[in-house]
């Protein structure tokens, strides 16, 4: 059973048949999906949705639903997940989130990642985790490298699922060891 995860401000749970509604407006938001294909019909929102809680009750960590405390506002996800396409970091597990707008600007994204890395290495032992996202992407790129994750542009790709003339096909590549983590955590570092 996944964990439920709280910060001073958030709630990382499990999905509910409520969170449907409020996820499907930020998927079809066309700001929150700029560094995406499209954004997302109603259909496969709740797809997403279903998938996420079913990796959550499989694996004990994935994609949480992201909600705040003073308020019981669903806001989005954020959490931990297996890249379901081969590229030369792969395996891995990877940090991601996605928040509606009203959320940005609050360091929502950062505390809830942080969160879901103190669970992936504490309780799941992972060595290291990656994030990703498109070039350009900067409020994501900020929040990894608030999160202590290091960029080698070395490292970069271009995205295997898009064409590879496609303007977000290159992608940026982020990575944070443990002991990086530990000692950032224990404030020796960063």
């Known amino acids: 059973m996944a964990a439920q ?7 990382l749970r499990r999905w509910r048949a409520e969170d449907d509604e409020p996820f499907a407006a930020l998927n079809s938001d066309p700001e929150v999906m700029r560094f995406f294909l499209s ?3 109603r259909s496969e929102s709740d797809a997403l949705a279903e998938r996420a ?13 992201v909600e705040v405390v003073a308020t019981g506002a669903f806001i989005g996800f954020t959490g931990l997940s297996v890249p379901g396409f081969e ?5 891995a597990v990877e940090v991601g989130w996605r928040l509606a707008r009203p959320a940005w600007g609050h360091g929502y994204a950062t505390e809830a990642a942080t969160a879901a890395l103190d669970h992936g290495f504490g309780a799941h032992g992972l060595e290291a985790v990656v994030s990703f996202t498109a070039e350009g992407n900067l409020r994501s790129r900020a929040v990894m490298e608030r999160l202590g994750m290091e960029h080698d542009p070395s490292d970069d790709f271009v995205h295997p699922r898009l064409p590879s003339e496609h303007p977000l096909a290159p992608h940026v590549l982020y990575r944070l060891g443990y002991a990086t983590w530990q000692s950032r955590r224990a404030g020796t570092c960063g």
């Open 53 to 65: 809680d079913a990796a959550l009750a499989r694996d004990g960590f994935g994609l949480w639903a």
């Open 87 to 91: 590229a030369h970091f792969t395996p």
């Open 5 to 11: 995860l709280r910060t001073e401000r958030l709630v």
């Open 39 to 41: 954004p997302l019909t």
